[in-house]
Every structure is written in C-alpha cells, then in structure tokens.
C-alpha cells in the first residue's frame, strides 16, 4: 500500500454529530461536488453502511468503486478499504479520527492512502491525495456545521 497523506480541522459540533454527517452516504451527493451517486450494498444490524458503492465524476477523473466501513463504538472513528479493484484503484485504505476539543468542537483528521492502477508519480499522487482531503474537510465542516 501507499504511503498515507493526513490532515485536519477543527469543527464546531460534537463527535456524534459529525460521525451521523460523515455516516450519511446516501446524502453525499447533496454536498460533495464531485459524488454523482451512492449505493448502500450492505447494512450493520444497527443500520450503518458496511459495504458502499460510489460513482465520482471530478472532469478528468471518473471511478465507480466500493467501500467497506467500521465503525468506533462512539463513532469517534470512521475507517473504511476499497472492496474491489476499480478502473483507476487498486487500492485505498482511510479513515475520520473524530476528537473532542471540550470546547464545543472537535478535530476531524482524515487520513488516506490510495493506490493508482495508472501509473501517476508520487508527488503528484501525494499532491491529488492532498487536494482531495482538503475538499473533503471543508465540504464536510460546511455540511456540519451548516445543519447544526
């Protein structure tokens, strides 16, 4: 696997309330830009995702693949791996660290490795992985913090 880019930030919400956005796959298509659909293949008992399968559209880069997800028991951390090989993955290993700031916010760190099935050099991939996360966290603390 490849090595792992990670980043922060900080959000005004607490855990559960950020864990219940970042669990929502169903309305990610209402705040991430560049997710077209989603699917919920499989459920925990509890209603949770396990298994999820994404169809992307970012221009250049298009990729339909599947993720399986695990869950902290208090939600603090969300983590999840490709199931299956996909057009442009081979792989990709993440996770939300969710952490309570005891002030009315919390610390979201994300952290990602993916693993290209064309070849991309790797500064370039760290650069994609980066600019990825840092969408990501932003989208993600103006959904949060927008519905609170």
Do not use: C
């Amino acid at each position: 696997m490849a090595d792992s880019s990670t980043q922060s930030i900080v959000i005004t919400a607490p855990v559960v309330d950020i864990a219940e956005v970042i669990a929502d796959f169903e309305r990610y298509p209402e705040w991430i830009s560049d997710v077209k659909s989603i699917e919920i293949i499989e459920e925990y008992e509890d209603g949770y995702a396990h298994l999820v399968e994404f169809t992307l559209d970012a221009g250049v880069f298009k990729d339909s693949y599947s993720l399986r997800y695990e869950y902290a028991p208090d939600l603090s951390r969300i983590s999840w791996t490709l199931d299956r090989a996909s057009s442009v993955q081979k792989a990709q290993v993440g996770s939300y660290d969710i952490a309570d700031n005891g002030d009315g916010t919390s610390t979201v760190t994300y952290t990602l490795a993916v693993d290209l099935s064309i070849p991309m050099l790797g500064m370039f991939k760290r650069k994609a992985e980066r600019i990825i996360m840092d969408s990501a966290l932003k989208q993600l603390k103006r959904r949060v913090e927008g519905t609170a």
